[in-house]
């Protein structure tokens, strides 16, 4: 199975952690498609888990997909090396409880990747795959009017996300090693335009203009 995306940010988290982990955890998997990529590019043992079981048949070839809570996951403590979540916490209603759970069945010095749309974007959906410009207009009109009306949160229905200065603080409740890897996420992600996210990325204005956070570390 191949996503260009996860296989991506798969390549990143090969990168940035020295230890290679021999299991994974996918918190809100979806249809499974990234647990399965995440399996075979990085040759590991992958879990994923969501509120929904509608998983994708090849998928499930690849990845162990179960129906699961992330704010009650069904594994012992320290169960897994690595701890993955990619823009499913803003979905969450307790994301701090959900955090918790992830934290305690990660092993020690176990390490995570967890990314959520920005807050603070002037403009999202722009990577959106899955989504027409017509759609992606709407869905930015839809952002700014609950902005207007102060309802540009998650708990109120809003796809919001975290501000990085949001995810940062509650991730360091519960991992000893916080690292901000937006930029790198995003050089990755647009490697034929590297001076002008270099550019963005040493201004001010990269906190508005990022339409998503990552953070990557240990535990």
Known sequence: MTDSKTQKVAGI????????PKNLLAVGCGSGVEAAILA???????????????????ASKYANLQKGDATSIQFRDESFDF????????????????????SRVLKKSGGYWIGTPNRSRIIGYIGSSDATFAQKLR?????????LTGEF???LGANAGFTSRELRSLLSEFFS???????TYFLAMHENH??????????????????SVYFSGIK
């Open 13 to 20: 988290i090969e990168g940035i952690h020295q230890l290679k």
């Open 40 to 58: 075979q590019q990085l040759s590991v043992e992958v879990v994923g888990i969501d509120i929904e079981d509608n998983f994708n048949e090849e």
């Open 83 to 102: 701890v993955y979540s990619y823009h499913s916490l803003e979905h969450i209603k307790n994301p701090r409880k959900a955090l918790r759970e992830m």
């Open 139 to 147: 869905l930015n009109l839809t952002d700014w009017k609950a902005r």
């Open 153 to 155: 949160r998650n708990e």
């Open 177 to 183: 090693e916080v690292n901000d890897v937006t930029k």
């Open 194 to 211: 590297p001076l002008l996210l270099r550019l963005i990325g040493g201004s001010g204005l990269s906190e508005f203009i990022y339409p």
